[in-house]
């Protein structure tokens, strides 16, 4: 049964038996993965994942149900599934979003030309890059992790009041982690990248960064343990704003999860500090022009010139505080409850230079990446003990990279501590809340400890 007539016959079954609002979400996600090691396929992926949730609200009690299957047993099991289950659910009834006067972006993110770039060019190109890799350097001893993956995600959402909505989004990651040995020593680092445009993708200029990367850790030194003036670079400091991302949910403050709990329209950083969050990136992974509970999308401010001026809200959240949602309800897949999180969210860029933020700095730290965020990190008091990688600097200028560090602070107070900040805006590839970003940030000063 197709999409359409499925959803016709739900909301007319359900109607019959008595649900005043009926809502359903549907999901497609389309994955492809490929490694390789020394031009040999290491490992193939393939799947395609769709699924439908609904939402009812049968005696003045909302419940839930979902399948992978559209035919008429599976309407028939759905909305018996809310009827059994909207009773036990504790809680306030959520409401549904009817659309009515919302006004909605018409962006489509969706890439065709990406979708129609074939598994053997990508593993074609894959190759190629590996090729020169090795090619590039005789201190490279092998690629530990070589990978193409790309993935799109189509939604729609519809309920019986004529709300109708449809996103899509698209994109692809290469991604190596290079090994090179000089004498004794042995380093490793980590390339990434996330496009939509497959035929802007230069082999030559991967390979290249992807080695240097590693072969900048060679040759590293301990330094005296400190406080150190520190440029967190622009991957590590998007991976600490991931991690306590969590902090700017209503949802966490509501909960007295967050230690910005009554914090609204206060300073919490440095002027320096604008924080946003834009649904409309073109390259974004998570952009979309409406929530999961569609509620249009618009940017946001979190923080303004150091200052708080809002949370990210869904309807709940926002009806607990008396305010509007912010198009940030949010469910990992169909499968999912409503959640809270952020789309496309960055520390928003200055014109200046990344070499400038070091540039005058009489002794400091650069931290390239950072370690154990999930173990070393608490995300409700903004404490952190994290394992990291970097560069000594003496007099403005890079002297080498460091032994591995350990950097102890607290997020909150590194957020007053941020003296400057760069042009150099990259996202984290490896956030589970959003698409977070930040270009790179000059602290005041961090404890580091050398291992």
């Known amino acids: ?195 939509k445009d497959f035929a802007a993708l230069d082999a030559e200029k991967i390979a290249k960064e992807a080695v240097e990367k590693s072969l900048s850790q060679l040759g590293e030194q301990a330094y005296p343990n400190k406080n150190y003036p520190v440029i967190l670079k ?51 992974t998570h952009s979309g022009n409406f929530d999961s509970e569609g509620v249009p999308t618009n940017e946001l401010n979190l923080v303004e010139n150091g200052k708080l001026v809002s949370f990210f809200h869904n309807l709940k959240t926002a009806k607990k505080d008396g305010v509007n949602s912010t198009g940030h309800g949010y469910k990992s897949s169909y499968k999912e409850t409503i959640g809270v999180s952020p789309s496309n969210l960055y520390v928003v860029p200055t014109e200046k230079m990344y070499e400038a933020l070091y540039g005058n700095l009489e002794e400091g730290i650069i931290i390239t990446d950072l370690a154990g965020l999930h173990s070393g990190a608490d995300p409700i008091s903004g404490d952190f003990s994290l394992a990291a990688n970097g560069f000594y600097v003496k007099n403005g200028k890079i002297i080498g990279p460091t032994t591995l560090m350990t950097v102890a602070g607290n997020f909150f107070e590194v957020l007053q501590d941020i003296e400057e900040v760069g042009a150099d805006l990259e996202f984290s590839p490896m956030s589970s809340s959003g698409y977070i970003g930040s270009p790179s940030l000059k602290l005041k000063g961090l404890a580091v400890t050398f291992d």
């Open 1 to 195: 049964m197709d999409l359409t007539t499925f959803r016709k016959q739900l909301f007319t079954e359900g109607e019959k038996l008595g649900f005043t609002d009926l809502e359903l979400y549907y999901e497609k996600q389309e994955k492809f993965s490929v490694k390789i090691f020394k031009g040999e396929i290491d490992g193939y992926e393939s799947s395609t994942v769709n699924g439908v949730s609904v939402r009812g609200l049968y005696n003045g009690q909302m419940g839930y149900a979902y399948t992978e299957k559209l035919d008429e047993d599976s309407i028939a099991f759905l909305l018996k599934s809310i009827q059994e289950n909207a009773p036990l659910l504790e809680g306030e009834p959520e409401e549904l979003f009817t659309g009515e006067g919302a006004d909605y972006q018409k962006t489509d993110y969706y890439s065709t030309a990406l979708q129609h770039v074939t598994a053997e060019e990508k593993i074609a190109f894959l190759k190629e890059v590996e090729k020169k890799i090795y090619a590039y350097d005789p201190r490279v001893s092998q690629t530990d992790y070589a990978a193409i993956q790309d993935e799109s995600i189509e939604k729609g959402l519809f309920n019986n009041k004529g709300l109708t909505l449809h996103d899509r989004n698209n994109f692809l990651s290469v991604i190596f982690s290079v090994v090179v040995k000089e004498g004794e020593e042995i380093k490793s680092d980590l390339y990434f990248k996330i496009t």
């Open 234 to 284: 622009n991957t590590a400091a998007a991976s600490l704003v991931a991690t306590f991302a969590s902090s700017f949910s209503a949802e966490a403050v509501q909960k007295g999860e967050s230690r910005l709990k009554g914090k609204l329209d206060e300073k919490i950083a440095s002027k320096q500090v604008t924080l946003l969050d834009n649904p409309f990136l073109p390259e974004g």
